[in-house]
């Protein structure tokens, strides 16, 4: 049974620093596409982060060079280091994991992605 569960979020001034972690059982994060999403009140749930199974990355504009994803096939856990936070980057954040081939431009897309875990929020706020 594929379970994902987040941890790490915290509420922390603006400038400030997170790394959240997902916890993944029931599968090797090396051998799918990971992901972190994110859904602030009354928005959309869109993409933030995804790395394949070969290691490439990608990133959503609004994070490119504060945010970075990466994981560790020994702990089996996906993690989103998050650096220089604004108050815009409040919002739940959501781990994803997808078997099989995603094609580039669709891998910061929600319904790319089969498995969800629960959420943990992050709190951006002097």
């Known amino acids: 049974q594929v379970q994902l569960v987040e941890s790490g979020g915290h509420m922390v001034q603006p400038g400030g620093s997170l790394r959240l972690s997902c916890a993944a059982s029931?599968?090797?994060?090396?051998?799918?596409?990971m992901a972190w999403f994110r859904q602030a009140p009354g928005k959309e749930r869109g993409g933030v982060a995804v790395?394949?199974?070969?290691?490439?990355?990608t990133y959503a504009g609004t994070v490119l060079g504060r945010f970075t994803i990466s994981r560790d096939n020994a702990e089996n856990t996906l993690y989103l280091q998050m650096n220089r936070l604004k108050p815009e980057d409040t919002a739940m954040y959501y781990c994803?994991?997808?078997?099989?081939?995603?094609?580039?431009?669709?891998?910061?897309?929600?319904?790319?992605?089969?498995?969800w875990g629960q959420g943990t929020q992050v709190t951006v706020s002097s």
């Open positions: 029931g599968f090797s994060v090396s051998g799918l596409y």
């Open positions: 790395i394949t199974r070969g290691g490439l990355t």
């Open positions: 994803a994991a997808q078997p099989g081939l995603i094609r580039p431009w669709l891998r910061l897309r929600r319904d790319s992605y089969t498995y």
